[in-house]
């Protein structure tokens, strides 16, 4: 113990007597200032710089003008309040679970509070892990970060990639193994970060927000398998949210596809493992010749339709003319059948009208009665006699017989 | 019959619509012999040139495909 430090001041009171009466009497006198200050210098000195955390159950967890959080840490016997500035706390913390403080016990000089001075917390378990994940993820979905609507497509076909990931990685052999073997011809700028640890988080931060000054095509970032704690960075708030704040559209896969990280749920798109990123970075191109082959023959097939259809066509209108030759040339049958027709129907009903007509004469020609016995008798003028009141007795009548006529005296007449 | 003035520019619409008229005469019948005789005389007239046309029609269209190169129908 350095017993000069802070200014203490000694003073020792010698009484005379017996030995033990000096130890009673060899007492220290503190102002408070120094008394505090001098606990506090043992405390710091009392591990000699190891680090020491003290892990509970967090109780009455709250934060104080934005910038200081407090909270009693307890076990079934004790407690202990902690104490530290917000920035400092860098994992999701709530009444109930389990974490670990490291820090250095102090009494704050104003109100003489015994308290753990934390620089760090970390969580305890993966049951309290879990827990906080969760709080942390329904905070950030709240406030839109896994937002679907907000998702942006990966272009087809890349050209330059940002990659974060460690370099000594399997996920990085895996990714650039499978990139190669799909596509080639890609620029790939490898940020190379730790992607576990307590410093993970800021590395991978930081690289998130290098890339965003390069013109990338998209940002990737990957790592292999892990446990839930050593997975944690990604599931670190800040680089969420660089995840989430990034122009470059963004793929990232970390661990296996049972694992989803937070990171995960705020990029455009999420891969279930490094070389399912690759696939889901660059299409194979095997898959893309196919596909072109696929293309053209398509389109030869579109145009070869469109010239047969076109052909039909023509020749249809280049046969219309004789089609329509051969209608007018039945049309001219029709309506010259249709005259000479008509002429004949026309002649034919001139000639009856005739002969009935001639039938009719025939009938009324007087000779026709003579034939009959009948006799016309006619006076001297001429004139037919037909009756005895227009002759007189003596005079003469000419008689028409049919065949020849003869004259003749009137000798007598009669009324009937 | 030598009435051949007709062949040349005659209208083919109004060809046939004159021809379908003397038909429709003959039809319904009544006329003068001399009339009838000299609408027939019209009638086979018009038939002839609407023929010659149609004739002379087809041989500009196969000689119009001929210099197109187009093969024959269908």
């Not at chain 1, 506090?40 to 680090?51: D, I, P, S, Y």
């Not at chain 1, 309040?81 to 670990?100: M, Y």
């Not at chain 1, 499978?178 to 890609?186: A, P, Q, S, T």
């Not at chain 1, 004139?383 to 017989?401: Q, W």
Request: charged share 25%; glycine share 8%.
């Amino acid at each position: 113990m350095n017993q000069n430090a802070g200014g203490v001041q000694r003073k020792t009171v010698s009484h005379p007597g017996p030995s033990w009466c000096t130890i009673i009497m060899d007492m220290r006198i503190f102002q408070v200032s120094e008394f505090i200050e001098t606990i506090n210098l043992v405390l710091r000195e009392m591990w000699q710089g190891e680090e020491i955390g003290v892990e509970g159950e967090v109780s009455g967890f709250r934060v104080s003008q934005g910038q200081w959080v407090s909270f009693d840490l307890k076990d079934g016997q004790a407690l202990v309040n902690v104490f530290l500035p917000v920035w400092n706390l860098r994992v999701p913390v709530e009444d109930g679970i389990r974490v670990r403080a490291i820090g250095i016990p102090r009494i704050y000089p104003k109100y003489g509070k015994f308290s753990l001075s934390a620089e760090r917390i970390e969580l305890v378990g993966e049951g309290a892990m879990k827990k906080a994940l969760a709080l942390l993820r329904s905070r950030l979905e709240k406030e839109g970060l896994f937002d679907p609507m907000r998702k942006r497509p990966l272009p087809r076909f890349p050209e330059r990639i940002a990659l974060v990931a460690s370099r000594e990685s399997a996920a990085y052999g895996d990714f650039i193994r499978v990139l190669k073997e799909r596509w080639g011809g890609l620029h790939v700028d490898v940020y190379h970060v730790l992607v576990q640890g307590e410093r993970a988080p800021q590395a991978i931060t930081s690289a998130i927000q290098a890339a965003q000054e390069g013109e990338y095509d998209a940002l990737v970032m990957t790592r292999g398998g892990g446990s839930m704690e050593e997975l944690m960075a990604f599931n670190d708030e800040q680089v969420v949210r660089a995840i989430h704040g990034s122009r470059i559209p963004t793929l990232v896969a970390i661990g296996h596809e049972r694992d989803l990280t937070l990171a995960e749920e705020a990029a455009d798109v999420r891969g279930s493992t490094p070389t399912d990123c690759a696939r889901r970075l660059v299409p194979d191109r095997r898959d893309v010749q196919y596909e072109l082959a696929t293309h053209i023959g398509d389109i030869e097939q579109a145009m070869m339709s469109q010239v047969h259809g076109s052909r039909a066509a023509l020749s249809h209108a280049v046969a219309a003319p004789s089609l329509w030759l051969a209608a007018q040339r039945s049309q001219l049958v029709q309506a010259a059948s249709a005259c000479t027709g008509g002429v004949r129907q026309w002649l034919r009903s001139m000639s009856e009208r005739l002969q009935s007509t001639s039938r009719l004469l025939a009938s009324l020609d007087p000779k026709a009665v003579l034939e009959r016995g009948y006799a016309i008798v006619r006076d001297a003028s001429g004139a037919a006699v037909t009756s005895v009141a227009s002759i007189r007795v003596g005079s003469e009548v000419t008689v028409r017989l049919k065949k020849g006529s003869f004259d003749s005296n009137v000798t007598k007449t009669y009324d009937t | 019959m030598t009435p051949k003035k007709e062949t040349k520019k005659i209208d083919v619409a109004k060809g046939f619509e004159e021809l379908e008229g003397i038909a429709d005469w003959f039809e319904s019948g009544d006329g003068g012999l001399d009339e009838g005789l000299k609408k027939f005389e019209r009638a086979m007239a018009l038939a002839d040139a609407l023929k010659t046309r149609l004739d002379e029609a087809e041989n500009t269209i196969r000689e119009i495909k001929k210099r197109f190169n187009v093969t024959n129908e269908e």
